[in-house]
């Protein structure tokens, strides 16, 4: 007797694509989904549009979210988060727009990613009206705690830490996930003694951190050069018997990269025996900032010797190091493995490109003039930024978003 499939099934294997990224196997069990008459059924529809959007492929999830005869709130929030997950701004504004025009009042899930949206877009204004926009349509009096978590979130982000605190501080139980926004916040915004204070505020209230909290704040100690805080949070980790994943080490290396500790994170990396490209990656950045050219291409010789695959990352790193100290012809050899590689050349690779060359000025005609699709295409994140913004206020203008 063979096991039948059913819409319980399916929707599992794709949960599995999805969180593996495995996009052909994702779009074989869509064809049998079609085949099978499944492809009506909400579980499935909703499945298959979460596999899209964790494998990058928005057109088709949103091919899938459109095609829908009855789509319920879940539908919104999972095609909302979608975007939001893969940046896709000014997409999931005009699926909020269109939520809004059709009355879909949405759920506690929604109204999360809508404020992650808003989050990332980093305006306190349109902040505020979203803030709005979630207090007139929470279904209960008093705002859930995820929710004000990520308007505490959302607040930080813009810059706000004044909101975030009154949010925080309003908050009768306060989950781990709170005092981790609000202490990152503070750390974000260089409140660092602030956030000191937070945190021994937490435990003296017995609320113990878990690896994100401690991941979280290692990574915004990097992020303002907060070396001793940083350095206190390695110790507490060290101290309270954390796992050292490579998610932590690769923040440590970060972290003391940034903060200009280069021996500091060449001991944290290497103190870890399995290593992936994101470490490698964070180390090398860690000799570039430092200036240091040999021990950053030795370092990506042993890398390549290992069978790890560099990254844009890695060769960011290594292009802008060459292109601070001048060394040239390493920075040709770097630009030469990327084309041999067929490492994909993003707009930051390219910046980073034309920057190394534009500083040669011996050579800085007949190396721009060959990079010239670079130099244009470089250009793109400020106008991004600037259509991002004006569509923005456009659609808002039409959700009335702006107006509450």
Not at 88 to 117: D, N, T, W, Y
Not at 208 to 228: D, H, K, R, Y
Not at 347 to 356: C, G, P
Request: hydrophobic share 45%; net charge neutral.
């Amino acid at each position: 007797m063979g096991t039948q499939v059913d819409h319980f099934t399916i929707p599992s294997v794709l949960k599995a694509c999805g969180q593996s990224s495995v996009e052909m196997l994702g779009r074989e069990i869509h064809g049998f989904a079609l085949k099978g008459g499944l492809d009506s059924d909400a579980f499935v529809c909703n499945a298959l549009i979460k596999m899209y959007s964790e494998c990058g492929r928005l057109e088709l999830a949103r091919l899938v979210f459109d095609v829908m005869c009855e789509r319920d709130v879940v539908f919104w929030s999972t095609m909302i988060n979608g975007y939001v997950r893969n940046r896709g701004f000014g997409e999931a504004l005009e699926v909020i727009r269109e939520m809004h025009c059709l009355q879909v009042k949405p759920s506690e899930v929604a109204m999360i990613s809508m404020v992650g949206l808003f989050a990332d877009i980093a305006d306190v204004k349109m902040a505020k009206a979203m803030h709005c926009y979630v207090v007139r349509n929470s279904a209960n009096e008093k705002l859930v705690v995820p929710v004000t978590t990520a308007l505490v979130d959302m607040y930080v982000k813009c810059g706000n830490l004044g909101y975030a605190r009154r949010l925080f501080d309003g908050l009768a139980e306060k989950s781990v996930v709170s005092w981790t926004a609000m202490i990152a916040g503070c750390i974000r915004c260089n409140e660092v003694e602030e956030g000191v204070k937070l945190f021994k505020r937490m435990l003296e209230e017995r609320k113990f951190p878990n690896e994100i909290t401690v991941l979280s704040l290692i990574i915004e100690s990097g992020n303002v050069g907060a070396l001793e805080l940083g350095k206190w949070l390695h110790a507490y980790v060290l101290r309270n018997g954390f796992v050292m994943s490579l998610a932590l080490a690769t923040a440590l290396v970060d972290m003391y990269g940034k903060c200009g500790e280069a021996e500091y994170a060449r001991a944290v990396f290497d103190s870890i025996e399995e290593k992936d490209v994101m470490i490698w990656s964070a180390m090398i950045s860690a000799y570039s900032r430092a200036n240091r050219t040999n021990q950053a291409s030795e370092l990506f010789a042993r890398m390549k010797d290992s069978g790890v695959r560099p990254n844009q990352v890695t060769m960011v790193s290594l292009i802008s190091l060459c292109g601070e100290v001048g060394a040239l012809d390493l920075g040709q050899w770097v630009h030469s493995y990327i084309n041999q590689q067929r490492i994909e050349v993003d707009v930051i690779l390219r910046t980073a490109l034309v920057d190394m060359y534009a500083k040669e000025k011996n050579h800085q005609e007949k190396y721009l003039k060959s990079l010239s699709p670079y130099k244009s295409q470089s250009c793109t994140p400020s106008i991004a930024s600037y259509q991002l913004s004006t569509k923005t206020i456009h659609i808002l203008s039409h959700t009335d978003i702006v107006a509450q």
